[in-house]
């Protein structure tokens, strides 16, 4: 096995955006078997190191696959692409950041009225959004293999999935907080 | 991480929060954003006849370091010529409110934000 190899590589898969989420769960089995520092007891220490590195670079490799943003970001970055590059006036259009800033107001209010039942409702919103743009993306990727518009489309997607981790914290908290008051009672 | 006395002041007592009418012929208004934090800055000017920046607004969602360079924008700016507001360097910023090198692209995305704001205005008044 080679280590420097890229990801897409190591599992034996085409490097495109839309990915067969079947064999990249059996390769990575495959793959975890054969280089699992368990098998490596009676080796030399040497070895032994060397086995923990595979391990290691091998889970990167799956994390960075299966999530379709970090997949993305890591197909714009093979092809020699920063989507994280210094903002740049004028980077985002005017409009999605304006909704953006009106998506985290709604939080904010939903959050400070401890609204959970708004809250889901954002969440499903923004997720049928975020659905949608994923699909865009595939296209620019495996279809028209525009890499600039593909730029431009994940970073949107990392303002959104920003948000929705936003949201997903404000409802553990409110979750955490109903369970504490239940607790009490 | 602990925050400069400076930025938690501009944090905790944050100046010229709000926003003017975008579509006032005085107002350039500046969108910027940082898609790796997530953050996003709105930047407000409103211009007097002689091109001096009467006045100031923001919004921002980001952290501590984010707003305090957006508060402290909306002070510099107000009384400056829009050609001098476009002289302030995020290094400024950054100097001002001690920030950490980790946060130095909350001041780079403070100064692009005046840069989009003259940018609108100056469209709006190129015609």
Known sequence: MDLTCDFFTLFRLAPRFRLDVAALAARYLELQNSVHPDRFAQAGQAERRLSMQWAARVNEAYRTLKEPLARA?????LAGRDPEAASG?????TDFLMQQMEWREEVRQARQERSMAALRELRQRLAREVQAQYEALAARFDDEHDLAAAVGQTR???FQEKLRAEIDDALAFLEDAEDAEN??? | MSYSVKVIDHYENPRNVGGFDKDEEDVGTGMVGAPACGDVMKLQIKVGKDGVIEDARFKTYGCGSAIASSSLVTEWVKGKTVEEALAIRNTQIAEELALPPVKIHCSIL????IKAAVADY??????
């Open chain 1, 73 to 77: 970001q890591y197909l714009l970055r």
């Open chain 1, 89 to 93: 006036a004028l980077a985002e259009d």
């Open chain 2, 122 to 127: 100056q469209k709006k008044h190129s015609a």
């Open chain 1, 183 to 185: 607790a009490g009672a």
């Open chain 1, 156 to 158: 949107r997607l990392m």
């Open chain 2, 110 to 113: 403070a100064e692009d934000a």
